[in-house]
């Protein structure tokens, strides 16, 4: 995969912007979320919005890389239908994209989460040689930036139990001081 060594920082069109609401707006019906304590539809929507705008920076990173990208998927998919497919395919190379809004990150650590709860765990924990893109969306500026970081396998993260309590039990965390701490990223 051609990849890269800092973060690249990326400037999202009005349109894509456009797409990811109305997919999120049409998504967020659609979900369930209870076993994960979530069922405010305002924040489900918005991690839906804020997911597909990370996927669509990630896309364009390596686009300007003349990679080929199969992704992001906007179909709705019902019930038994839903996945947890990669979120795109770069040069063949399935890659999961985990993305947080930087006003988050002033709460809780830069971090982004992982589904692991009795009830649903994602299937990407227990790939260590899966692809991972971590992406920032940079939602306390003007216009919509996003920061993504190069790739990384499963097994090169380090998981950490979430800060916020009522995710302990459901979610793994990667907070990136720890990341960084280790020489993951500088």
Not at 20 to 33: E, I, M
Request: charge should be positive.
């Amino acid at each position: 995969m051609s990849t890269f060594r800092t973060p690249q920082a990326v400037s999202l069109p009005p349109e894509i912007v456009e797409r990811a609401a109305a997919f999120a707006d049409a998504v967020t019906s659609t979900v369930n979320y209870r076993d994960s304590n979530q069922t405010v539809e305002r924040k489900i929507r918005d991690d839906h919005f804020v997911s597909k705008l990370g996927e669509e920076a990630v896309r364009l990173v390596f686009e300007k890389r003349n990679c080929v990208i199969e992704g992001p998927d906007y179909a709705i998919y019902a019930g038994k239908g839903k996945s947890w497919a990669a979120d795109l395919k770069i040069n063949n190379i399935e890659v999961a994209v985990k993305t947080q809004r930087r006003s988050a990150a002033q709460r809780y650590g830069l971090s982004w989460t992982f589904q692991d709860s009795p009830q649903r765990r994602d299937p990407i924990l227990d790939m260590p040689e899966a692809w991972v893109c971590l992406v920032v969306y940079e939602d306390l500026k003007e216009g919509n930036e996003c920061l993504v970081y190069p790739p990384r396998k499963i097994k090169q993260l380090i998981f950490e139990a979430p800060r916020l309590s009522k995710l302990i039990g459901k979610k793994q965390a990667v907070y990136l001081e720890t990341l960084q701490k280790h020489g993951i990223f500088k």
